[in-house]
């Protein structure tokens, strides 16, 4: 593994998959009436989140916990960056503290590469999102449930994605979300398939390693899971469609759309979800919707990343297995 997780599009085949191996090994430990292992004991990791969030912040904190880290959360909102504090000087606040990891999200692209390179703090660096940028872990969990899913949670031990047909819907141009997706389905073997109104269609998409369609009928029955996408009003200054009449009408997936994917294929959405708009209640409530297992997964699979970039590059297998003999 690498000293920092920045981008999904750092990560090589191997890295992916020894993540994905590891997040296995972790997830037992959740089928456990104490869900905690030594292995991180003594290490204090800093959660410097300087945009909301709810399922990200919370699921690498139940990470850190379940590994025996202590925890500094830091919300920009209440601290000294809303009086004008820079990120240097955050940084090396938290460098004077001690902290043995930092997790950031940031709205700026760019921030966690800024702060992983800058030589500010001598810490392993975790990008939980950065503006339209990347974030890695949501793409290493997504991974996960669809392995699990479309492999199976003991056959796709060492195995990747090669030759699944992913199809990801909705708001690219503003979603770190899908430009990580797609660098790492493509790492892993999948063939990735954005489908979305022009106008949200980053420039430039002809060189992403996947194809483009504008006609969501016709992608779900060649699919084995199709991912759901927000449109994030809050990154916009513009329309970028009529209504949101419309956009469910061409791009929302319903009951009657889910009817149309093969039978093993799965529904997936990141959160959180706008019921109504990308995808309907009767959709988000079926049985093939993962959004649930996802949030689940994202606690082992950050876990696993955590456990790679300070505890070891060994096999958590171990570990895992000493603890439950105790």
């Known amino acids: 593994m690498m000293r920092h997780l920045i981008s999904a599009a750092d990560l090589t085949r191997d890295d992916a998959v020894q993540i994905l191996d590891t997040a296995e090994e972790m997830a037992r430990v959740a089928d456990r009436p104490i869900k905690k292992l030594p292995t991180l004991r003594g290490r204090t990791i800093c959660n410097l989140f300087f945009e909301d969030s709810t399922r990200t ?7 850190e916990k379940r590994l025996s880290a202590d925890v500094i959360n830091f919300a920009a909102k209440g601290s000294s960056v809303s009086k004008g504090e820079s990120l240097k000087d955050t940084a090396q606040t938290l460098e004077a503290m001690g902290v043995d990891a930092v997790v950031i999200r940031h709205g700026a692209s760019g921030a966690p ?8 703090i001598d810490a392993p660096v975790i990008n939980a999102g950065d503006g339209t940028h990347q974030h890695p872990t949501q793409a290493l969990l997504d991974a996960f449930t669809m392995r699990r899913r479309l492999v199976g949670r003991d056959a796709g031990l060492g195995q990747d994605l090669a030759g699944k047909r992913i199809t990801l819907v909705g708001d690219v141009l503003h979603s770190r979300v899908a430009r990580s997706n797609v660098d790492l389905l493509h790492t892993l073997g999948a063939e990735v398939t954005l489908v979305a109104p022009p106008t949200l269609v980053p420039v430039g998409v002809e060189t992403w390693p996947c194809d483009v369609s504008y006609d969501l009928d016709s992608v779900l029955p060649k699919s084995d899971a199709v991912m759901m996408l927000r449109v994030q009003r809050e990154r916009m200054n513009a329309a970028f469609f009529p209504t949101e009449r419309e956009y469910s009408r061409r791009y929302g997936l319903d009951g009657e759309r889910m009817a149309k994917m093969p039978e093993h294929a799965i529904v997936m959405h990141p959160g959180p979800m706008v019921r109504g708009m990308e995808i309907t ?46």
């Not at 590469?113 to 500010?120: F, H, N």
């Not at 079926?286 to 970039?309: H, K, P, W």
């Open 57 to 63: 912040r919370i699921s690498f904190e139940a990470a």
């Open 113 to 120: 590469y800024r702060l992983a390179t800058s030589g500010w």
């Open 281 to 326: 209640a009767e959709v988000a409530d079926s049985d093939r919707c993962t959004v649930v297992e996802q949030v689940a997964n994202g606690v082992s699979v950050r876990m696993a990343v955590l456990y790679l970039l300070l505890g070891g590059n060994e096999s958590a297998v171990s570990h895992t297995r000493t603890e439950e003999s105790k």
